[in-house]
């Protein structure tokens, strides 16, 4: 009974701490806040996690794996479809809430990290990178590697560059439908 307890305790503290950092970024983490946040002490949340940077790697782990999670099913899809389902990811964040991309806003202040964290970012990058290769392939058939690699890198930017810009305009939605707009008719995603 208490092992679930303290295991809810943990994903309670999870949960607070990935609002937090999609919402004021890592340099907002507090102990005592989170603590508070879920009705807890914060040296129970010391107990769970000795260190903000303890804290950081399961938070970037957390969000990276369930984020190629969704990604993976749209690799099924047509070209158009995935594309559009991707941008859909990053346009989620905003619906109702003006948050980002938690591996967005952690790669912000990266120097702030630990490099078990950095490493993990490092492979949420990766990850998308290869998502995208395999996409952009379905269209850009003699398009070799290397300029798959680099429209790849080149889309998961503009997604996370886009949440960025409209998260400083008050995460107003249209305003990143019109960016993903723009980066259409620029052909960016095609």
Same mark, same amino acid.
């Given at each position: 009974?208490?092992?679930?307890? =303290?295991?809810?305790? /943990?994903?309670?503290?999870?949960? &607070?701490?990935?609002?937090?950092?999609?919402? #004021? %970024? !890592?340099?907002? @983490?507090?102990?005592?806040?989170?603590?508070?946040?879920?009705?807890?002490?914060?040296?129970?949340?010391?107990?769970?996690?000795?260190?903000?940077?303890?804290?950081?790697?399961?938070?970037?782990?957390?969000?990276?794996? =369930?984020?190629?999670? /969704?990604?993976?099913?749209?690799? &099924?899809?047509?070209?158009?479809?995935?594309? #559009? %389902? !991707?941008?859909? @990811?990053?346009?989620?964040?905003?619906?109702?809430?003006?948050?980002?991309?938690?591996?967005?806003?952690?790669?912000?202040?990266?120097?702030?990290?630990?490099?078990?964290?950095?490493?993990?970012?490092?492979?949420?990058?990766?990850?998308?990178?290869?998502?995208?290769?395999?996409?952009?392939?379905?269209?850009?058939?003699?398009?070799?590697?290397?300029?798959?690699?680099?429209?790849?890198?080149?889309?998961?930017?503009?997604?996370?560059?886009?949440?960025?810009?409209?998260?400083?305009?008050?995460?107003?939605?249209?305003?990143?439908?019109?960016?993903?707009?723009?980066?259409?008719?620029?052909?960016?995603?095609?």
């Amino acid at each position: 009974m208490g092992r679930a307890a =303290g295991t809810d305790t /943990r994903e309670a503290i999870i949960a &607070a701490a990935t609002v937090t950092v999609m919402t #004021d %970024g !890592y340099n907002a @983490l507090s102990f005592r806040d989170l603590a508070s946040d879920v009705g807890i002490k914060s040296a129970s949340v010391h107990h769970h996690f000795p260190t903000k940077g303890d804290l950081a790697e399961v938070l970037v782990g957390r969000f990276c794996e =369930g984020f190629v999670e /969704r990604m993976e099913p749209l690799t &099924a899809l047509s070209f158009e479809e995935a594309i #559009d %389902g !991707y941008v859909t @990811l990053f346009r989620t964040a905003f619906v109702g809430r003006n948050r980002m991309c938690l591996a967005g806003m952690m790669s912000a202040e990266v120097s702030a990290l630990p490099k078990a964290a950095q490493q993990r970012l490092e492979e949420f990058t990766e990850a998308h990178k290869a998502f995208l290769r395999t996409v952009l392939a379905k269209k850009h058939k003699r398009m070799i590697t290397d300029e798959l690699d680099a429209r790849a890198m080149a889309i998961f930017a503009a997604m996370e560059g886009a949440q960025l810009v409209v998260r400083g305009l008050g995460g107003n939605v249209a305003v990143f439908d019109g960016i993903i707009d723009s980066y259409r008719s620029a052909s960016l995603l095609s």
